[in-house]
């Protein structure tokens, strides 16, 4: 699937690890100031049955809102729920495997600091490529550090959409969209984050 991209739409926002009541409100706040693309619904100890649940009210208010629902991991799931695509991770299925599960619908995949990776996933047909982590994040443990030269790297062999993910917030997102991040992948900033309530978070993203 062909990924529109335009400057104002620019997040690639990730559910937090687990999901409360006040979490389908506050996403429905997030979404409705517009700076939203795709939207990653992760859980990783959570039942099938209470990830249809999750996924289903949140396929609504993505919907409602015209941002592309994805899943992580999960490409059966993504299609139960007849979601816009998945997530896979290097440990993940095959990109093979889940193009025949899912067909045409969006399949991106995480590279690391990698652009052996990034290459492989390019010749694999994937949708968009994922690098990082560029900061420190307290969503997962981080194994590889990207740096800003990737970016730079992967922009010379392909015009596939970039996401950029790991630590991203206010003060640093800047940077790596000038330096040709099509997208930003945030999660913490959003929905754990101490001084601002989700909806004030995103309108700081400009």
Known sequence: MKISNSKRKFVYLISPNKIRAKFFFDLEKVLSRKKTKFFQLRLKNTSLKKKIYIGKKIKKICKKNKVKFLI????WLAKKLNADGCHLGQQDIDISIARKILGKKIIGITCHNSLTLAKKAIKENADYLAFGAFFTTKTKKVKYKASINILKK?????????????????????????????????????????????????????
Not at 72 to 75: F, S, W, Y
Not at 173 to 201: G, T, V
Request: without cysteine; positive net charge.
């Open 154 to 206: 992967i922009k010379r062999v392909t015009k596939k959409p970039i996401v950029a993910i790991g630590g991203i917030n206010n003060k640093n997102y800047k940077n790596l969209l000038l330096k040709k991040a099509d997208f930003l992948a945030i999660s913490s900033y959003i929905f754990n984050n101490k001084r601002y309530k989700p909806e004030d978070a995103i309108v700081k993203l400009k």
């Open 72 to 75: 992580n991991d999960d490409p």
